[in-house]
C-alpha cells in the first residue's frame, strides 16, 4: 500500500485506546529495522525524518527508500512524517516530496531554540494546516516548549520553563484545526532529560491528564520519549562510551500518559543508543573487521529489538491490519467537508 495519512492511525488508536510510536531515521539501515519490527509486531508505523535527518541523507534518498519500504512491507499502514518543521518552507518541501504528515513546529522561531509567541505560533500553524489539509496531509503543532539543546530543538534548561498552558491548547487547537498536538510536560530530547528518575516534580504528568480533560478528542503528542534504558547506557560504557548517568521516561509514564489520550509517541535517542552499543561492540570484540556490514547488521538488529519491543509496550503491536486506509484524496475530501460544515 501507498504511504497513509497519520490523521487515520491516530483515529484509530484512539479507537483502540492505544498509542503508535514514531521513530526517527536517517538512513536505510533505521529504516530496515522499524519496518522489519512492524512486521514481527504486526503494527502501524509512523517513521519520521527531522530537518537534520533530510540534509544529512539528502531526502530524496529517505524518500525513495520509504518507497521501498511500501513495497517490500505492502501489510503495513506507513507514515512518512516530517518531524520539528521549523517553518512554513520546510513543511512545504516536506509535502511537495510526498511526506504523508508534517510538524510545524511553531513554539520555537524557526531557529529551533527561540520559544516564539503564541500568535506566530498559530499564524505559522494554521497557514501549514491550510495547505497540507488540501492534499490530505495530517498536522502535528506544538505548544508549549520542549527543554534542553542537545539536538538543536528545544529551549534550553530542564524542561520546566515553558509547559503546556491547558487552557492555552484548548485556544491553539481551535485556532489552528491541527489534527495532533504536541505538549510539554518536562521532557527535553536526547539522553540527558533527568538526572534521576523523574518524579511527579519533574515529569509533569498532572498536566497532561488537564490537557487531555480539556481537549479530550485531540490526539496528543510526547516528545522527548526515549527511556534512555539503564541496559542501553551500560553496553556503550562497557565498549569503550563515556555517557554520564542519565534518565529517561520510565515506559510506565508513557502508558498512563496512552491512558489519557496520548497516541504518538516520539523515540529516537533510545535507537541510536542501540545503534551505537552494538558498533562498539563490534569494533571492540573484532578489531580486524573493517566490512561496514559486519557491525551495521547488528546495529540495525538491535535497533529493531528497540523498536518492536516500544510497539509492544505501546500497544500499537497486533493493529497493523484493523482497517483499511484511506487514500490521501479521500482524506482531503473529509477535512474539506469539515471545513464546510463549520462554515
Ligand atoms: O527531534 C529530535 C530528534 O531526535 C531528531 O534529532 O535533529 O538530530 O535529527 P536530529
Ligand atoms: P528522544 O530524544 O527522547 O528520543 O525524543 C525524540 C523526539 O522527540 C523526536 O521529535
Ligand atoms: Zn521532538
Known sequence: ???VSMRQLLDEAAKGGYGVGAFNVNNMEQIQSIMEAARETKSPVIVQASRGARSYSNDRFLYHLMIAA?????????????????SVETCKSAIEMGFTSVMMDGSLMSDGKTPSSFEYNVKTTREVVEMAHARGITVEGEIGC????????????????HLTDPAQAVEFVKATGVDALAIAIGTSHGAYKFTQKPTGATLKMDVLIEIHKRLPNTHLVMHGSSSVPKELQDVINQ???????????????????????????????????????AIRKVFMEKPEEFDPRSYLKPAREAMKKVVAERMRQFGQAGHGADYTPVTMEAMADRYAKAEAAKA
Do not use: C, F
Open 70 to 86: 511500501t513495497e517490500l512491507y505492502p501489510e503495513v499502514p506507513t507514515v512518512l512524517h516530517l518531524d520539528h518543521g521549523n
Open 1 to 3: 500500500m501507498p504511504l
Open 239 to 277: 565498549y569503550g562510551g563515556k555517557l554520564k548517568p542519565t534518565w529517561g521516561v520510565p515506559v510506565e509514564e508513557i502508558q498512563l500518559g496512552i491512558r489519557n489520550g496520548v497516541r504518538k509517541i516520539n523515540v529516537d535517542t533510545d535507537n541510536r543508543l542501540a545503534i551505537t552499543g
Open 146 to 161: 520542549l527543554g534542553g539543546i542537545e539536538d538543536g530543538h528545544g529551549a534550553g534548561g530542564d524542561g520546566l520553563s
